[in-house]
């Protein structure tokens, strides 16, 4: 038996009390690896039961539904930011790495890699016989010109503040076409990992046109058609590198901005898939040809608090609003049990970094002191937006507003349009609720929490903590990485706005005829041995 498998049950009876019947997918892709050229290395790869290559069935259009999408997409994976966008890049693009859920990483369209003594300098050999979906050979130049594009600013990647401290553009060779040479800046132990972000899939050389016809990867799927914000479709890439796959004829996306219609769309109507859904919806999904497919462990969602503004930039409210939060009552009313409390950190309890100390209980009298030393003795209105662009994040709202009430905290839900909650509220507004999936804590830490992430939604400067990123990124001994990245959760919970109830599953919803699609991390889910069965 497969550890996920064996984790999986046991922890079944303990959530089944506090979720009621809901349907797990059986036998279904419950992973953190989607193993690559055949090669399950790693044992992290668990796929649909009676996927023997006899047993397939080959072709047919399998549609997915999503509500976080927003009008802003494209189908550059550089700028990926949602469900939607990070699906569909997915099927059209392919990374040098992949990493599972015990941050190790194994080969895509990189065979290996290696390291100098002191890991300043990385070179990785890419695999032959891949071809981008035009049939032009993909080489060294299109790795380099991909890792350098995301080095640039102002595109606005994600890994922009993970990687430019590494390394420059002119660091970036290639000796030979089946050769990239990346010497950095910096020691950087993780270079391979960060590598394998969706942001750092493999674009074809050059490209600067993202519409159906510049987007090239060497994917499973190629590009068929893409209305932004509304709907896309992939066609079956007939050349792609791992033959025999993929064995469907192509993937339909639809938006469907209501959560309860999304998960209709499955159950009673035309697709296979949805993203994502409310908790609460979990039970309502049972039987009827579909069920809950569970990733545990695999995303977090915060109440975001701009440091910048008033009242947030006095520490004394937010730190009174994260002690008010009674977090086993949050995950048991959104979340129904699909989880565990957190500390207020990005990285589950059970991550090996998570640091052991850190406070999880409810302090009313606690918050109300600090309010009143901050001048609130009668206590605090603040308002807090959310959308139902992704599932629970209402939920969330209603029971951060129940849950601190008692400590004076009076909260006014607004909520948003899915349509525009990513671009008009996210990264704008003083306190909104936002989400993000599990990752290794240098890697979350230096995207969402760093002086310069593009995405440090609190919006404060920690120097320790960007001291701390780079201490981690200087030793590859694991015990000594331990310690420093426990130091660096710590900063970030007793110091950035940022409530962290607690670290839970992801909820998709799938057909039960859907067999053979592999969920991970980074992209959500990889569709190149899904079939219907």
Not at 45 to 65: F, N, P
Not at 218 to 237: A, H, I, L, R, Y
Not at 386 to 406: C, H, I, N, R, W
Not at 525 to 530: G, S, Y
Request: proline share 5%; glycine share 10%.
């Amino acid at each position: 038996m497969a550890d996920w498998e064996d984790q999986l049950r046991r922890e079944l009876t303990r959530r089944q009390l506090l979720r009621g019947a809901a349907g797990i997918a059986a036998g279904a892709g419950v992973l953190g690896l989607a193993a690559c050229g055949g090669d399950d290395e790693g044992g992290g790869t668990q796929t649909g039961a009676g996927e023997a290559e006899g047993d397939v069935k080959r072709g047919g259009i399998l549609q997915v539904s999503f509500s976080d999408s927003s009008t802003d997409e494209s189908l550059d994976p550089a700028i990926s930011e949602l469900n939607n966008d990070s699906f569909y890049t997915g099927q059209i693009y392919e990374g040098l790495t992949v990493a599972d859920t015990k941050w190790d990483v194994h080969p895509v369209l990189a065979e290996s890699w290696e390291s100098n003594e002191d890991g300043s300098e990385w070179t990785f050999k890419l695999r032959q016989g891949v071809n981008f979906h035009d049939g032009s050979p993909f080489t060294s130049r299109d790795a380099a010109y991909s890792i350098g594009r995301l080095l640039d600013e102002e595109l606005g990647s994600p890994l922009f503040s993970r990687l430019q401290p590494s390394l420059d553009p002119d660091g970036i060779t290639v000796p030979d076409d089946q050769t990239l040479v990346l010497s950095l800046k910096r020691p950087d132990s993780l270079m391979p990992l960060a590598l394998s972000a969706r942001h750092a899939m493999i674009v074809k050389d050059r490209t600067e046109d993202f519409s159906v016809a510049g987007a090239l990867g060497t994917g499973p799927f190629k590009v068929k058609s893409f209305q932004p914000g509304q709907s896309w479709e992939v066609e079956k890439n007939t050349d792609y590198w791992e033959k025999g796959l993929p064995y469907l004829d192509g993937i339909r996306g639809v938006v469907v901005g209501e959560q309860s219609t999304k998960v209709q769309s499955v159950t009673s109507g035309q697709s296979h898939i949805a993203d994502p859904i409310d908790y609460s919806a979990a039970s309502t999904v049972s039987g009827g040809g579909a069920s809950i497919l569970e990733f545990p462990g695999a995303t977090y969602l915060l109440v975001a608090m701009d440091q910048r503004k008033e009242p947030f930039n006095d520490e004394r409210v937010v730190d009174a609003i994260k002690m008010a939060v009674d977090r086993e009552q949050v995950l048991n009313a959104v979340f129904q049990g699909y989880g565990d409390v957190t500390g207020d950190v990005p990285v589950p309890p059970d991550d090996f970094y998570y640091p052991p100390d850190l406070s999880t209980e409810q302090d009313i009298e606690g918050a109300k002191q600090l309010l009143a030393d901050a001048g609130y003795p009668n206590g605090i209105d603040v308002e807090l937006h959310t959308s139902a662009s992704y599932g629970g994040m209402v939920d969330l709202a209603v029971a951060f507003q129940q849950v601190v009430e008692p400590a004076g905290i009076r909260v006014k839900i607004n909520q948003g349009s899915p349509d525009t909650y990513w671009d008009q509220v996210w990264l704008v507004k003083p306190m909104y609720v936002s989400y993000y999936t599990r990752r290794h804590p240098n890697e979350i830490l230096s995207i969402t929490y760093a002086s310069n992430a593009p995405w440090n939604e609190a919006q404060f400067k920690n120097p320790t903590l960007d001291d701390l990123l780079a201490q981690g990124l200087r030793t590859t001994d694991r015990e000594e990485q331990k310690q420093i990245y426990q130091d660096a959760l710590r900063e970030v919970a007793d110091k950035h706005g940022t409530s962290i109830p607690a670290f839970v599953s992801k909820l998709w919803v799938k057909k039960d005829n859907v067999q053979g699609a592999e969920l991970e991390l980074s992209r959500g889910m990889l569709m190149r041995k899904a079939y219907i069965a």
